[in-house]
């Protein structure tokens, strides 16, 4: 059976994700708080994030950055754009 969650981001019940995503706090706050297809979304727009402005998640101040803008897109926050993306209609 799948697990749902109250998706903060989607702002329904939506199927959860199978374990916490990331260590540490923000990783159980997305595994209690977010659903799959709202992971789906941060991931495309992080995988845009790295690529515009050349990211290494392996570089510690890049990671930073990323979990920053990962809290910020999920939870609400202020999200850095992604230079000329504009989103197809939905």
């Known amino acids: 059976m799948t697990r749902t969650v109250q998706c903060q981001y989607l702002k329904k019940e939506a199927p959860?994700?199978?374990r916490p995503p990331l260590p540490g706090d923000?990783?159980?706050r997305i595994y209690e708080?977010?659903?799959s297809e709202?992971?789906?979304k941060w991931m495309a727009h992080q995988t845009m994030l790295i690529n515009e402005k050349r990211l290494s998640p392996i570089?510690?101040?890049h990671r930073e950055y990323l979990e920053g803008q990962c809290e910020a897109f999920l939870f609400?926050?202020?999200v850095d754009p992604v230079?000329?993306?504009v989103p197809p209609d939905e």
């Open 16 to 18: 959860g994700l199978p």
């Open 26 to 28: 923000l990783g159980q």
């Open 33 to 35: 708080n977010i659903s």
């Open 38 to 40: 709202a992971w789906q």
């Open 59 to 61: 570089n510690p101040e």
């Open 76 to 78: 609400g926050g202020e």
């Open 83 to 85: 230079a000329g993306y």
